[in-house]
């Protein structure tokens, strides 16, 4: 027993001196330990941190200690003598609260079963969730076993799959919104038979023609093409705007006073669409962000981290204990290699340094240049498009998929030739993937917006004026603009997703039998595929954007977005458990969140844009719409709101003027400053206590010479003080 | 707890107190206490409080490809001569700093006890070399060179080393933990579910073959809480059997 009081002694100082001193700090420590038993153990050196410490539950904090259970049991044992006077009422409030507690887990096991995906996530991931702390014990045993038969996939990769199901579930949060304030009430308004307005406009009768209906006998496949191209029987649906009425019913009967105005609906509903989108996207981003600050600003290359939490204890097989050795020798291999780089690369000559920069920012021109043709490419093949949409058959279908084609291909050749240009430019590995991410993603959002820029370019015949002289927009190439541009987005998003599928099945699973059944040197090089996260996750983000872009003229995109999300989750997990090989080089998943976070907020940046052009600048069609009477959409807010009461008016105009606005203004700077102050004593103050702690352990050092130095000149003196 | 028929308090009690005193459920402590007996001789068995040697533990599947299966026999040992044997209680010590609900600062000081390869309360160089052999693996392709590591060891003491004295005390081990989300993988093993425990019981009570005079209490012990708790136990095996 003492040996092991000495060895807990000593783990318990923390300060392992190995000299002559020990004698010394193991009578202090023992001591402090014999009053630890006799006391209330509220601290053990800091070590227990029950909710309640109050003296009705010295067991659990017992079990916080680190004693072994020989001491634990003696320790409870004098406790119990302590006090025997508080047990009756303890135990009642001892019982209570465990009541309370096994109440709470039992809650938390059964909502944990309704969350989505969360075992598969798990699986993925190994346990590296944040909350996984929280997660019941009881329900892991069986992803354990598997996790060590299927290989653990990293943070990184479970982080897509998390991001994918954030996005799953605002798809279909969003479509509730929208089906409940426009889809329902338009079905309602439709089946009661009520007719749209006319047109109150003078206009001429060439502005209200609109005939998308098909004309007499169908061919068989005509179906399916405009099922893809959303043309046809799909045209004139729920699906796209030029569906929807504009229907403002008022009714006054007795005793009920029902009004509900359908173009306001479908305006506000878009504006709010687009808020809840906003303020899901910040709170994410602003959690994502807590735990990146907390964990210290997600280190590229924290050594400690990697070696002090990098082994997983689970219950691996010798197979997959050697893969994980491997990968953390990799790990470090690679952040060892990086750190020479760098010092290598701050101690070249000028010369060098010259010739790198001038070459780095010849690098630079070439991939911008890559990405302007592609631009171009999209908006030629855009324009083509456009004016070739009415021929028939295949041929038709491949030109009003042109955009799309052209913009995936650009997708994935773009970046393919910037990672060889990577090469040459030589920056360290982890500002690589920074600078390939950025380039990836203004190739893909700013392809999209040269797409719908180049449409509205045709709508607004920016070619040809007198096109548009009659009707401010183009009627005769698009009699319903609104839906042309919703047929777009639908295009877009169906066509990624059968890329998707057909990219599963025609290259990756073809890939993985090859490699497997088939060993020469070349499937040695190419290898099994590996789940490469940042494109992917700009995959991801496209698509969302497209959905937003979309929205206010498709309102059913949502719900196929999230029918899509929901398929390509699945697809995704079936590739990277059947054909992916867990990658040597993970993904940080902490500062990876915040960035996945940001470019959604980017892509939601671009279709806000659109969204205001749309409504401000554009005139509605005459001929479909909710819209069709008005001279832009945004003016059926100021004309709604003459009808509002005199005190909803009035209200609403004072939040509008400068003098509720300033002051607002003037506040929210003020709780930002306080904010911005706080945080920045917050960092001072960590700084000094690490100078301090520095400065206490030379203290420490100087002292315990001095000690030594005194040592042999005064024996008794040594006596006298170790009492 | 209700107890069923006449039997003696010591086991009962004995149980109790070991499930109040470690982050373990009774089902856990039960079947830890089946695998513990599985691991001993025959006429160790009836020895009051039996001690099963390094060797035995380290056949358990769980700790067999485990890089630091020494360190933690001989964390958790309270024998005299540090021979890394472990009685039931040190077992029950070891599963409880493993399991799911131990807190981060239980974790965190018996991690640092396992790193701590030569026992003097704090990490030094060559603790933590041997740390980064355990962990690349201790094959010759596998380490890295003197040099790699020498420069590995003095980025990790500039990172974790506050007070520069070389090396890395507990205290600052557990600052570098406590900023990583991920330390909630320190969990060895787990124990099977609750289900089989169930089906064990019913098994049981139908044929009248309990194993161990223990595990006959333990059961009679909670069948009266299992009863609340049925609904989560079927659907919980219905859940898994369903994947």
Request: with cysteine.
């Amino acid at each position: 027993m003492t040996i092991e009081q000495q060895r807990q002694g000593l783990a318990f100082s923390g300060s392992g001196h190995p000299t002559d001193q020990e004698s010394l700090r193991f009578r202090r420590v023992s001591s402090r330990m014999s009053t630890q038993i006799y006391h209330e153990p509220n601290s053990s050196t800091s070590l227990a941190q029950e909710e309640e410490q109050s003296g009705s539950e010295p067991t659990l904090e017992l079990r916080n200690t680190v004693f072994p259970m020989a001491l634990k049991k003696a320790a409870r044992q004098v406790q119990q003598m302590q006090v025997p006077a508080q047990f009756n009422g303890g135990s009642w409030k001892q019982k209570r609260i465990k009541f309370v507690r096994q109440f709470k887990s039992n809650v938390r096991e059964f909502l944990y079963f309704f969350s989505l995906w969360g075992k598969t996530l798990q699986k993925i991931g190994g346990r590296n969730l944040v909350y996984a702390s929280k997660q019941p014990q009881r329900l892991r045993p069986r992803w354990q076993t598997l996790l060590s038969l299927t290989g653990n996939f990293g943070g990184g990769v479970q982080s897509y799959f998390i991001f994918l199901r954030f996005l799953v579930i605002l798809n279909f949060v969003s479509f509730l919104l929208i089906a409940g304030f426009v889809l329902i009430p338009s079905i309602v308004f439709r089946s009661v038979g009520i007719k749209p307005e006319s047109s109150k406009a003078d206009v001429s009768s060439e502005c209200l023609k609109y005939d998308p209906n098909p004309q007499g006998l169908v061919v068989f496949y005509e179906f399916f093409l405009d099922l893809l191209s959303g043309t046809g029987f799909m045209e004139y649906s729920y699906l796209f705007y030029g569906y929807y009425n504009n229907s403002v019913i008022v009714t006054s009967l007795v005793g009920s006073h029902f009004s509900y105005n359908i173009p306001l609906a479908y305006l506000l509903t878009a504006v709010f669409y687009f808020a809840f989108c906003l303020i899901c996207i910040i709170v994410r981003m602003g959690k994502a962000a807590r735990v990146a600050v907390t964990t210290g600003g997600s280190d590229v290359r924290s050594y400690s981290m990697i070696v002090f939490t990098g082994w997983d204890y689970g219950c691996l097989g010798s197979k997959a204990t050697k893969l994980k050795q491997r990968n953390i020798y990799y790990r470090l291999q690679v952040d060892l290699e990086e750190e020479r780089l760098k010092k290598h690369a701050a101690s070249l000559t000028l010369c060098n340094k010259v010739t790198l920069h001038s070459l780095r920012v010849l690098m630079f021109f070439v991939a911008v240049g890559l990405i302007v043709a592609t631009f171009l490419a999209i908006a030629r093949a855009t324009t083509f498009s456009q004016e070739n949409s009415h021929v028939p058959g295949i041929l038709g279908l491949f030109y009003t998929y042109l955009p799309s084609i052209v913009i995936t291909l650009g997708n994935f050749l773009v970046p393919l030739l910037c990672d060889q240009i990577a090469l040459l430019e030589k920056y360290p590995p982890s500002a690589t993937v920074v600078v390939a991410l950025l380039r990836a993603v203004v190739l893909r959002l700013v392809s999209l917006g040269i797409l719908l820029f180049t449409l509205w370019k045709q709508i607004m015949c920016h070619d040809s004026r007198d096109k548009c002289n009659l009707c401010h927009y183009n009627h005769e190439d698009y009699q319903c603009w609104e839906t042309s541009v919703g047929q777009e987005m639908y295009k877009l998003t169906l066509f990624d997703l059968l890329v998707s599928i057909a990219l599963l099945v025609l290259v990756e699973f073809p890939r993985r039998m090859v490699v497997d059944h088939w060993s020469c040197k070349l499937t040695q090089w190419v290898g099994r595929q590996e789940f490469v996260v940042p494109s992917n996750v700009l995959g991801l983000v496209y698509g969302q954007t497209v959905v937003w872009t979309g929205a206010l003229f498709c309102p059913l995109l949502p719900l196929i977005n999230t029918v899509k999300f929901v398929i390509l989750f699945y697809c995704k997990k079936i590739t990277l458990f059947y054909n992916c090989r867990p990658a040597l080089r993970t993904f940080r998943s902490t500062s990876s969140a915040i960035f996945f976070l940001a470019v959604l907020l980017f892509g939601w940046i671009l279709a806000l844009v659109v969204m205001i052009y749309s409504v401000a600048v554009i005139h509605p069609s005459f001929a479909c719409g909710p819209f069709r009477s008005f001279f832009r959409m945004w003016k059926i807010v100021p004309e709604s709101f003459s009808t509002l009461p005199e005190g909803a008016r009035d209200f609403l105009f004072f939040i509008g003027s400068q003098a509720f606005s300033i002051p607002l203004f003037a506040i929210s700077c003020v709780f930002m400053c306080y904010f911005i102050a706080l945080a920045s004593i917050y960092g001072k103050s960590v700084a000094m206590l690490r100078a301090q702690l520095k400065l206490a352990g030379q203290d420490k050092q100087f002292l315990v010479k001095q000690i030594e130095k005194m040592k042999p000149l005064s024996p008794q003196h040594n006596e006298g003080e170790q009492d | 707890m209700v107890s069923i028929g006449v039997r003696s308090q010591n086991p009962r009690q004995t149980n109790k107190n070991r499930k109040e005193l470690t982050f373990l459920t009774k089902q856990e402590i039960l079947l830890a206490h089946r695998r513990f007996t599985e691991l001993l001789e025959g006429d160790e068995r009836n020895h009051p409080n039996p001690r099963v040697p390094m060797d035995a533990i380290l056949t358990l599947t769980e700790l067999k490809s485990n890089p630091f299966k020494k360190r933690i026999c001989q964390v958790f040992s309270t024998s005299e001569n540090r021979d890394g044997s472990l009685t039931f209680e040190d077992f029950l010590d070891l599963l409880s700093a493993f399991s799911d609900s131990a807190t981060l600062e239980i974790k965190s000081h018996y991690a640092f006890r396992i790193f701590d390869f030569d026992d003097d309360g704090t990490l030094d160089y060559g603790d933590l070399e041997k740390l980064v052999n355990c962990l690349t693996g201790e094959t010759a392709d596998t380490r890295l060179s003197s040099e790699e590591m020498r420069q590995l060891i003095s980025n990790i003491l500039d990172e974790s080393d506050i007070d520069k004295d070389g090396t890395v005390n507990l205290s600052e081990f557990q600052h570098v933990i406590s900023r990583s989300p991920d330390f909630v993988r320190f969990v060895l093993f787990h124990l099977p579910c609750k289900c089989s425990l169930f089906t064990h019981y019913c098994y049981s009570r139908l044929i009248f073959n309990f194993p161990t005079a223990l595990s006959r209490l333990c059961c009679e012990d909670y069948a009266v809480e299992m009863y609340p708790s049925l609904i989560f136990i079927s659907l919980f095996h219905f859940k898994q059997n369903q994947f």
